[in-house]
């Protein structure tokens, strides 16, 4: 994935920004969904439609701490049930966030620049939905402040040789690198709209958050070299996130977990999915908001790529799963594997199996990648197969480990619907309020994406 | 603000692209002015050392950030593991550092990152509300498509029609008076 094309002689590279944008173009086309666009009937019924989904989460939150978590389908064996599918998935979906705008950043990718912003505020968003599940899953969350190093008078200590403690410094770390990248992103376009603001209100706003940024020569010298950093730090950052979340799994010794290839293949999975959800998102904003020019048919390609890729390697992962099984000659592993194949929960790893390996090899068609309504039905259908994969993982496994008298079985009850749904809800809804509230493309890296394009330079500065 | 309380900051001249920018910021330092500030929408490579200014202190506080979050986070555990709270289990070492590294790996990413923006921002002085370029009114489009080249009053060299001249003469657009508010 270079940023030229391989090119026959004599072809064009197909431009990452449709020709013909100045500065100014840019950023009033940008700047005017926040600014100036009345709210449309179709964001304020989605808006409405999503509210409502939240108020579903509160409500299923508020009946958790009334009652405790015999609401859910959780038992002994399976204690972990939705809550930790739930918390995987979102957490994974996330990671494509940062890839797009810290590793790409690095490799001087160009076509991060029109999508880097909403991918990062889907981090944000995926991260706080994620967050939301292990604390609801201690069934106290009022106590959750028990997991954090503080002096307390019971003079007690977390443990921090358990993995489960590893994920609370490594989620929490990455939400609040996250939200930091994301902030100094968005400054000079904060001041941009300061700027441009059309009313009192607007201008206080964007003011008070742009603090006072005036793009000086010194500003932006400090500003990139920040940037730069965070770029750099977020990277190895994203790959210890999942490999940590994959620690809980693959730190225990129950059959079907107890794997090395557990920390890879999540992290590629985390990708994977992530670039699932970001065409999700991307493809219907383009459309709503007339930001074809600037999201083109080429990122969507590319993306797609991605997801092939990362599929691929997901596949090898499922391969090794199977492989290290037999190869390993554990009767336990052996049992595990083929009570995928033909245990009670067989038909969830065949539908795994349909959705995560076979669906994406249509994207190694041309013209399948360059089908939008095509590529938007496989994201989803790539997103529903990574909430099985994380489904078949921590239930399978729960309910056949090592004797068969602690061999269980597990059924979501409509409480665990309920906190689900409501979390694709509360993400959503953000997402909502997000693209009307900031600018969801990067505007000053557009005008710098304009620079770079008028004068036929190939990298990133 | 009454005209009679207002001083003169600087003279500021705006340009349309960033090249006639950069190439007339070289030309006004070669003139002899030390006190010049640029203002871009976008980063312009060449513009920071053509101001003058080639050094940040930001990679070395990121660094330090980053030092320091990695001794707290392998420190914390260390102290709870093996001095404060230890835990003899089947008489495995107390400092069992290998499942040490995770935390401090974490809290050395997010100690350079707190470190990184904060130092940003503070080498910046930002949040500042007010600055007085923000008194000329066309500098709005400094955040769209205009570029600008300020020469400040406290440079010893300056004087206000000569430097306004040297503006005008490298094909600045618009040349305006900064006023400070006191």
Redesign the interface.
């Known amino acids: 994935m270079s940023a030229t094309q391989n090119l026959r002689p004599g072809q064009e590279a197909e431009p990452w920004l449709e020709p013909g944008h100045t500065y100014a173009s840019v950023t009033d086309k940008i700047s005017s969904v926040v600014l100036t666009r009345p709210l449309g009937i179709g964001w304020l019924a989605g808006f409405a439609l999503t509210f409502s989904i939240v108020m579903v989460l509160f409500l299923a939150v508020a009946y958790l701490v009334v009652k405790g978590v015999g609401i859910w389908g959780i038992n002994i064996p399976i204690g972990w049930g939705f809550a930790i599918v739930n918390f995987v998935w979102w957490i994974g979906i996330g990671h494509a966030g940062t890839l797009i705008s810290a590793i790409l950043y690095l490799l001087n990718q160009k076509w991060r620049t029109s999508i880097n912003r909403f991918a990062e505020a889907m981090t944000l968003f995926a991260v706080a939905c994620a967050g939301l599940f292990p604390l609801i899953h201690t069934g106290r969350p009022w106590m959750a402040y028990y997991m954090f190093p503080y002096p307390s008078t019971m003079g007690i200590w977390p443990q921090f040789r358990s993995p489960l403690i590893w994920d609370v410094f490594a989620v929490s770390t990455y939400g609040t690198v996250s939200l930091m990248f994301w902030f100094v992103g968005l400054l000079p376009d904060l001041a941009t709209l300061r700027d441009r603001a059309k009313t009192k209100w607007q201008q206080m706003i964007f003011g008070a958050l742009s603090m006072g940024w005036r793009g000086s020569a010194r500003h932006w010298h400090r500003y990139q070299s920040a940037y730069l950093l965070l770029a750099g730090l977020a990277t190895p950052l994203v790959l210890s996130v999942h490999t940590v979340v994959s620690f809980d799994f693959a730190v225990g010794i129950v059959p079907g977990w107890h794997t090395t290839i557990f920390p890879p293949y999540f992290v590629a999975g985390a990708i994977y999915s992530g670039f699932a959800m970001v065409l999700t998102l991307a493809i219907p904003m383009r459309a709503a908001y007339n930001m074809q020019d600037f999201i083109t048919m080429r990122h969507l390609e590319q993306m797609a790529k991605v997801m092939l890729a990362t599929g691929l390697i997901v596949a090898y992962g499922y391969f090794v799963e199977f492989f290290m099984a037999f190869y390993s000659g554990n009767k336990f592993d052996v049992f595990l594997a083929n009570q995928r194949l033909h245990g009670p929960y067989a038909p969830f790893y065949y539908a795994l199996i349909l959705c995560n390996i076979l669906t994406p090899q249509l994207l190694w068609f041309k013209k399948v990648r360059r089908n939008i309504p095509l590529l938007f039905v496989i994201s989803l259908i790539i997103n529903t197969g990574m909430w099985l994969e994380r489904f078949v993982i921590v239930v399978i496994s729960l309910t056949r480990d090592f004797m068969p008298s602690a061999w269980g079985r597990y059924s979501a009850t409509v409480w665990d619907y309920a906190t689900f749904v409501g979390t694709l809800g509360l993400f959503t809804m953000l997402i909502f309020l997000f693209v009307r509230g900031l600018p969801a493309i990067a505007i000053s890296e557009m005008r710098e994406l304009v620079h770079q394009e008028s004068h036929g330079d190939g990298g990133h500065e | 603000m009454s005209e009679k309380r207002s001083q003169l900051f600087g003279v500021m001249g705006e340009f349309s692209t960033?090249e006639d920018l950069v190439a007339a910021t070289k030309k006004v330092r070669e003139t002899g002015y030390k006190h010049v500030?640029?203002?871009?929408?976008?980063?312009?490579?060449g513009?920071?050392e053509?101001?003058g200014?080639k050094w940040?202190a930001?990679?070395l506080l990121?660094l330090i950030g980053?030092i320091g979050g990695g001794l707290t986070g392998f420190g914390?555990?260390y102290w709870?593991?093996a001095i404060?709270?230890p835990?003899n289990i089947g008489g495995r070492p107390l400092n069992?550092w290998p499942?040490?590294i995770?935390?401090t790996?974490?809290?050395t990413?997010?100690g350079?990152?707190?470190f990184?923006?904060v130092?940003?921002?503070a080498?910046?002085k930002?949040?500042?509300?007010?600055?007085p370029?923000?008194n000329v009114d066309r500098f709005?489009?400094?955040?769209?498509?205009k570029f600008f080249l300020c020469i400040e009053a406290r440079d010893p060299k300056f004087n206000l029609t000569e430097a306004s001249k040297l503006l005008q003469s490298l094909r600045a657009e618009h040349v305006n008076e900064v006023k400070d508010e006191e």
């Open positions: 960033p500030e640029a203002y871009t929408p976008f980063p312009v490579e513009l920071s053509a101001v200014f940040t930001v990679p990121t980053g914390l555990q709870v593991a404060t709270y835990m069992s499942a040490f995770p935390v790996f974490e809290l990413v997010l350079a990152s707190i990184a923006v130092s940003m921002l080498l910046n930002l949040p500042q509300p007010y600055h370029v923000f709005a489009q400094a955040s769209t498509d």
